[in-house]
């Protein structure tokens, strides 16, 4: 016997529906529920303490350390810890302030996107967004293959499995990859616990080895003399090595990442008892401390890390192939402290990797949802959370294969991606504190914007992948997006419809009796307009003078939101004739949402009717699609067509 999917939909119980209904399954709210970047709590009552929450952002930006030290050796050679400290001061002057700011004015998780989202309307506001989810989408799908790429180095270099998996690393790659696919396809449920304690045993790790590198650079008499006499001869003076520090450090841009992470997760943050959703000021607090201890551990580590595996190794030993190239730290582990503790090592860095792509992913899976379905610009699949994992699984498949799981190479894209976020958030800061007339802060975060724009700048000019693959993602989104509206075009696109006292009044007055509205275009709104438009309907449609009228004018509020609320409002303009007002995205959209509710209310079939526009019906059909406007009398036709496939119970639509 048939049964009901979760989706409404009927099934036979065949192999096909059941796949279909196991693929389908979990909307955007079980999206949601994944733990990431991006991740809601299932209820904001609840929450964990600022420093749990921490580590799930350090899967993430601590994770980076298993392949920032070995960049920034290839990036800047024996200047790598000037460079590294030049990076730092950036982080806790620039990045850090923009951050907790961004974290004041965007609590519940929704980051620099939302923000500048509202400082821009209409279509330039949505194209702006699709842009940054361009970039979004190449710093979530690049973390993933990157970190798995680094995953494999880790593998791949172990003295244990060297033999076996060398020459493999693309194949190891794409299996890691799918691996975690898997993991989504099967569901993958919040663990801030295991976020904790990989976090903790990863750090520790680090900081023994950081330790033992330490202690022997320190011991060794010949190895800070070396290195600083070859840097003397290298770059010259100080104030050279400086000026050249602050040229290279832009190439050391991916220890930024993980910024835009630690404000995202603010909605598992727990706040006070006090706190309202409208000013959560707890988690505020929670949020700006989890920044703060992120970015100092970091910090630390960054400045130390390079500085001993500048020291420690050589330089050859970084270069693609070697045996430090993406795994310096665990160079250093297998080196200096034996081959069991560099098997842990390896399995703790490998495991933080393995998780910091499935906290990309769980970003990716809240990220798109969010701001895509409210354009109207997502497909119905994609509300759904296997087909999304099959779709950037592939995408990761394919960009594994074209850089060959190559950390290196990937680096230029995951730092375009993270820069470009960095900057849009110090922008977007730099104008609120100016709407808030805060003078010192404008100009500070002015300053840090700029230092972002040369970042951005310097990071793009010489590693111009990043921005080719960041516009792939773009024009992919934005291609699937107006094709995905288009489409849907005629969707009754409303959430719901309330009326006021006064249009209350007016549909139970004409309950009982036969109910006709005019659509009418609101323009002088003198007694004259209402005159002629209401004698042209009745003799265009035969509607005898003792038949009730009501007009409904819709006014555009803006066209380029996809759903909206409709207010209907009742008025009786110069003392005779009856208008129900409302604002909408669309006329014909508004108008069919207002006759079916009608319908449902008054348990009638109502009439409404339009007069033919005059000009090219693809012409119109662009102003409705643009504009919400055009030629509103087939469109809201069509648009009750789709809405209620039943003619009996369809309303009526004239045109006359």
Not at 22 to 32: F, I, P, Q, S, V
Not at 273 to 295: Q, V
Not at 337 to 365: E, H, Q, R
Request: with cysteine; glycine share 8%.
């Amino acid at each position: 016997m048939a049964g009901p999917t979760h989706d409404g939909a009927v099934s036979d119980g065949g192999p096909r529906h059941r796949f279909r209904a196991w693929l389908l399954e979990g909307l955007t709210d079980m999206a949601r529920r994944q733990p990431g970047p991006h991740a809601q709590p299932e209820s904001a009552d609840k929450g964990h303490p600022w420093w749990r929450v921490m580590c799930l952002t350090g899967l993430d930006y601590f994770s980076t350390l298993g392949y920032q030290p070995g960049i920034a050796a290839l990036a800047a050679g024996l200047l790598s810890p000037l460079a590294t400290v030049v990076l730092v001061v950036v982080t806790l002057v620039g990045a850090l302030p923009v951050y907790r700011r961004v974290a004041e004015e965007s609590p519940h998780g929704q980051g620099s996107i939302a923000m500048l989202e509202r400082l821009l309307t209409f279509w330039k506001g949505k194209l702006f967004v699709l842009t940054l989810l361009g970039f979004a989408a190449t710093d979530f799908l690049i973390t993933i293959t990157l970190s798995a790429a680094d995953a494999t180095a880790h593998l791949v270099e172990n003295p244990h499995l060297t033999s076996a998996l060398h020459g493999h690393e693309v194949a190891v790659t794409l299996i890691l990859v799918g691996m975690l696919g898997a993991v989504f396809l099967k569901g993958f449920t919040e663990a801030i616990g295991i976020a904790v304690a990989l976090v903790g045993v990863y750090l520790l790790l680090n900081a023994v080895v950081v330790a033992v590198g330490l202690w022997h650079v320190f011991t060794a008499p010949h190895v800070i003399p070396d290195w600083s006499n070859a840097l003397t001869a290298e770059r010259g003076s100080p104030l050279v090595m400086v000026g050249v520090a602050l040229i290279i450090f832009p190439k050391l841009a991916l220890g930024l990442s993980g910024f835009e992470t630690g404000v995202a997760v603010m909605p598992h943050i727990e706040g006070k008892p006090g706190d309202t959703e409208e000013r959560p000021t707890g988690r505020i607090h929670g949020a700006r401390k989890l920044l703060t201890t992120a970015a100092v551990i970091m910090s630390v580590f960054l400045i130390t890390s390079s500085f001993i595996t500048t020291l420690l190794i050589p330089q050859k030993a970084f270069e693609e192939g070697g045996p430090a190239n993406g795994r310096a730290l665990a160079y250093l582990a297998h080196e200096y402290l034996g081959s069991a503790f560099g098997s842990v090592y390896d399995a703790s860095t490998i495991a933080i990797l393995w998780f910091a792509g499935a906290s990309a992913m769980a970003g990716l899976l809240n990220l798109m949802p969010r701001y895509l379905p409210r354009y109207g610009m997502a497909p119905h699949w994609a509300r759904a959370v296997r087909p999304m994992v099959l779709v950037f699984i592939l995408v990761a498949f394919l960009v594994t294969w074209i850089f060959e799981a190559n950390v290196d190479a990937q680096g230029g894209a995951y730092a375009t991606g993270v820069l470009v976020l960095i900057t849009s958030a110090a922008i977007a800061v730099t104008i609120a504190a100016r709407r808030a007339r805060q003078r010192g802060w404008s100009l500070g975060f002015g300053v840090i914007s700029l230092v972002f724009l040369y970042t951005t700048a310097v990071n793009v000019i010489e590693r111009p992948d990043g921005v080719k693959i960041g516009a792939c993602f773009i024009a992919g989104i934005m291609a699937v997006s107006l094709l995905s509206r288009v489409a849907r075009a005629f969707e009754l696109r409303v959430t719901s419809v309330t009326f006021d006292a006064m249009a209350e009044r007016f549909i139970r007055d004409i309950a009982h009796r036969r109910i006709r509205f005019i659509a009418n275009k609101p323009e002088r709104r003198d007694l004259a307009e209402y005159r002629e438009k209401q004698h042209q309907i009745r003799t265009d449609n035969d509607i005898p003078p003792e038949e009730d009228i009501i007009f409904v004018e819709v006014t555009v509020a803006d066209p380029s939101e996809f759903e909206s609320e409709l207010r209907v409002c009742g008025e009786v303009v110069h003392g005779r004739y009856r208008v129900l007002t409302l604002q909408s995205a669309t006329i014909p959209n508004a108008l069919a949402a207002l006759v079916l509710r009608v319908r449902d209310e008054t348990g009638q079939r109502p009439h409404i009717y339009f007069e033919w526009t005059e000009g090219n019906p693809l012409a119109h059909f662009l102003r409705f699609f643009l504009f919400g406007q055009g030629e509103v009398a087939p469109v809201t036709r069509e648009v009750l067509r789709e809405a209620e496939p039943d003619r009996a119970r369809r309303p009526h639509v004239h045109v006359g």
